[in-house]
T-cell receptor, first 111, second 114 residues
């Protein structure tokens, strides 16, 4: 699986959009970008995933650049409960179902 | 629908003791996983299973054993506990979809070996 690079930490004001970047410059054509988050002491929670097109669900939006070498997770209106570590993971899906979690980005939402 | 449940929530073991971490899912998922997370680090895969009777090693399998006799249960066995196994253990499951899958995680078991 391709390696990902994320900032160690980020801050965001409550009510504002949080934009979390991820670089995956060695991503191959069949690899998906997945985002999970882990609120303190809890198990990771799936957020969203995509292959080429931008994706949106009730939690977040995922913007993938045209060359697929980077992506941005957008939380449109961050709340204090969104404070968590966010993991960007690249995986080819199919039979390669093993996720590799790095250290992620600690997002702190401030009041 | 409880999702993925794990027991116990906390456990303290003495060096050399053994224990089994329990994991159960009620979503009829074929795939199940065990991860460990050391302080300040990401998750590392210990073992996984693609269905009842089928298990395989992940990234850090040494010191652990698993079994999968039913679709619902995937226990993790620690033999001869060592301080290096102090960690938080997460169990997860996922459906057998080809591309659109997500892993559902349990709340974790905090294990301390002293």
């Amino acid at each position: 699986d391709a390696k990902t690079t994320q900032p160690t930490s980020m801050d965001c004001a409550e009510g504002r959009a949080a934009n979390l970047p991820c670089n995956h410059s060695t991503i191959s054509g069949n690899e998906y970008v997945y985002w999970y988050r882990q609120i303190h002491s809890q198990g990771p929670q799936y957020i969203i995933h995509g292959l080429k097109n931008n994706e949106t669900n009730e939690m977040a939006s995922l913007i993938i650049t045209e060359d697929r070498k980077s992506s941005t997770l957008i939380l449109p209106h961050a709340t204090l409960r969104d404070t968590a570590v966010y993991y960007c993971i690249v995986n080819s899906g199919g039979s390669n179902y093993k996720l590799t979690f790095g250290k992620g980005t600690l997002l702190t939402v401030n009041p | 629908n409880a999702g993925v449940t794990q027991t116990p929530k906390f456990r303290i073991l003495k060096i050399g003791q053994s224990m089994t971490l329990q994991c159960t899912q009620d979503m009829n998922h074929n795939y199940m996983y065990w991860y460990r997370q050391d302080p300040g680090m990401g998750l590392k895969l210990i073992y996984y299973s693609v269905g009842a009777g089928i298990t395989d090693k992940g990234e850090v399998p040494n010191g652990y054993n698993v079994s999968r006799s039913t679709t619902e249960d995937f226990p993790l066995r620690l033999e001869l506990a060592a301080p290096s196994q102090t960690s938080v253990y997460f169990c997860a499951s996922s459906p057998s979809h080809t591309y659109d899958y997500e892993q559902y995680f349990g709340p974790g078991t905090r294990l301390t070996v002293t």
